[in-house]
């Protein structure tokens, strides 16, 4: 495999950066629609179980029939990377939109009302105290959005676009097991760093959950 690498280094790098792409841009986007989204869901109570019906249909959708059926809706090419990035976008829009929901709905009512009491206005409230307190919630489902787009990026290499999936595919087809071996041992360690990244940083802005933890202990 050491021999695989030294011989192929240029190659796996740029699947690596590539695989970083398809997977985390999908993320980032997903998370700035699913926080309006989830807070709508909240705001408008008749509109809570709608979402978490939308929401786990959508997620219920092959990831390789999405990626073959996006470039008829787009219009874009099938080997264009932008088919990836729309279908693991609506993959964590729709994991994340009911975690940010359910996240806001875990604030305590009283929390809200003595905000509310101290002169909050709605969006700061939302801003200073709502979302804060819900960040642990939504971190956590960040976290599963994260890992689950960088597994399903892979799939991509089936339709040409994969990053670390297009080793795979090389290796099937060559009967080599090299590139199969380096290929899910980077995709691994990639979806460990990544969610290490994010426990720091919810470690990092929530340090009242940790003492909070203590205190249960």
């Known amino acids: 495999m050491i021999q695989y690498l030294q011989n192929n280094y240029e190659t796996v790098l740029t699947a690596l950066q590539q695989h970083i792409w398809l997977a985390l841009v999908p993320v980032l986007l997903g998370f700035l629609i699913a926080l309006p989204?989830?807070?709508?869901?909240?705001r408008?109570?008749?509109?809570?179980h709608p979402l978490v019906n939308t929401c786990g249909v959508l997620y219920s959708i092959p990831s390789l029939a999405l990626?073959?059926?996006?470039?008829?809706?787009?219009?874009?090419k099938v080997l264009s990377p932008i088919n990836i990035v729309v279908a693991l976008t609506i993959y964590t829009v729709a994991l994340l939109a009911r975690t940010v929901a359910d996240g806001l709905k875990s604030v305590d009512p009283t929390v809200t009302q003595a905000a509310t009491a101290m002169g909050y206005r709605r969006v700061?409230?939302?801003?200073?105290v709502e979302l804060p307190v819900a960040l642990p919630v939504i971190l956590a489902g960040l976290r599963v959005a994260t890992v689950a787009n960088i597994s399903l990026v892979s799939v991509g290499a089936l339709i040409g676009v994969g990053g670390l999936g297009q080793l795979f595919t090389r290796g099937f087809q060559l009967f080599y097991l090299e590139p199969i071996l380096v290929g899910i041992i980077l995709s691994v360690l990639l979806a460990g760093i990544a969610d290490l990244v994010i426990v720091l940083i919810q470690r990092a802005v929530t340090p009242w959950a940790r003492f909070q933890r203590g205190g249960t202990a």
Request: proline content about 4%; aromatic content about 24%.
């Open 124 to 128: 700061r409230r939302l801003i200073d």
């Open 44 to 48: 408008f109570t008749w509109l809570y």
């Open 67 to 76: 990626f073959v059926f996006l470039p008829v809706l787009l219009g874009t």
């Open 37 to 42: 989204i989830g807070y709508l869901g909240v």
